[in-house]
């Protein structure tokens, strides 16, 4: 299989990631060029002890590293700027490549590691470091939708411990509208079945009905949303859930979720 068949499928995410790297599409297109013209011409090659894509990215870093290249975005006062770009370039830079490689590009840490030229436990620490700087700064009021009181209290400790507030707990799809009435979340943490029987899913679909917000389902019934039908669960935990994987998924919703105008009913 010739070299460009091989890289061909991985190749828009690895320009999706230069993009998110460096905050513009141009330049991150540019090292994505740099790293294929390189691999082309035998300067760089694929290590055989890594999967394609993980070869892939290994080669754009070592492009990236010995270019002497800056991993500063453009100003805050350029208006073209979208604010998760804005956000990514205040990370730290190396917390921020562990991140993305993880969060947006879904590599393992140990993959992310390999393609960082770092160890298991440094790629574990950048990623926690950037998750630090994320929740300090996308603190916001949180709607917990979810009718067992001890799963509630337990994701509650989770998201307060996370510096969020928050401002409601609702067990049934009742409560929940109700409680978005009176105070508009940035952030939904929904159960799918409710204590009078019904759904979390339903209650959601209220919600974004009218306003705009991240969401992430937290059930022990996952396939119930792997129905093709709206809203997909762009953030799906399954039950008995890590707190780990509840902080990640909570700082990746609110980082990755774009900011605009609520909603309003008809």
Do not use: N
């Given at each position: 299989?010739?070299?460009?068949?091989?890289?061909?499928?991985?190749?828009?995410?690895?320009?999706?990631?230069?993009?998110?790297?460096?905050?513009?599409?141009?330049?991150?297109?540019?090292?994505?060029?740099?790293?294929?013209?390189?691999?082309?011409?035998?300067?760089?090659?694929?290590?055989?002890?890594?999967?394609?894509r993980v070869?892939?990215?290994?080669?754009?870093?070592?492009?990236?590293?010995?270019s002497g290249a800056q991993l500063e975005g453009p100003a805050d006062d350029d208006s073209y700027v979208d604010d998760t770009t804005?956000?990514?370039?205040?990370?730290?830079?190396?917390?921020?490549?562990?991140?993305?490689?993880?969060?947006?590009?879904?590599?393992?840490?140990?993959?992310?590691a390999q393609?960082?030229?770092?160890?298991?436990?440094?790629?574990?620490?950048?990623?926690?470091?950037?998750?630090?700087?994320i929740d300090a700064e996308l603190a916001t009021d949180v709607l917990i939708i979810e009718d067992e009181p001890v799963i509630a209290a337990d994701i509650e400790a989770l998201v307060t411990e996370l510096g969020h507030t928050v401002v409601d707990i609702a067990a049934t799809r009742t409560e929940a509208v109700d409680a978005v009435n009176r105070k508009?979340?940035?952030?939904?943490?929904?159960?799918?079945?409710l204590a009078d029987g019904s759904s979390?899913?339903?209650?959601?679909?209220?919600?974004?009905?009218?306003?705009?917000?991240?969401?992430?389902?937290?059930?022990?019934?996952?396939e119930r949303l792997l129905t093709g039908e709206r809203p997909e669960p762009t953030f799906l935990i399954t039950k008995p859930f890590q707190p780990e994987t509840v902080k990640a998924a909570i700082g990746q919703a609110l980082f990755f979720h774009p900011r605009k105008a609520k909603k309003q009913a008809a």
């Open positions: 299989m010739s070299l460009l068949a091989r890289l061909a499928p991985h190749l828009p995410y690895v320009r999706r990631y230069a993009r998110a790297l460096t905050g513009d599409q141009t330049t991150g297109d540019h090292y994505v060029r740099v790293a294929l013209e390189a691999l082309a011409a035998g300067e760089r090659t694929l290590q055989d002890t890594m999967t394609p070869a892939l990215y290994h080669v754009f870093h070592a492009i990236w590293c010995t804005r956000r990514l370039m205040r990370i730290a830079p190396r917390s921020r490549q562990a991140f993305l490689l993880t969060a947006l590009e879904g590599f393992t840490p140990s993959e992310a393609i960082l030229d770092a160890d298991f436990g440094e790629v574990e620490q950048l990623i926690s470091e950037a998750q630090a700087e508009t979340p940035g952030l939904v943490l929904a159960d799918i079945q979390g899913i339903d209650a959601v679909k209220d919600i974004l009905a009218r306003y705009d917000v991240p969401v992430i389902f937290i059930t022990a019934f996952p």
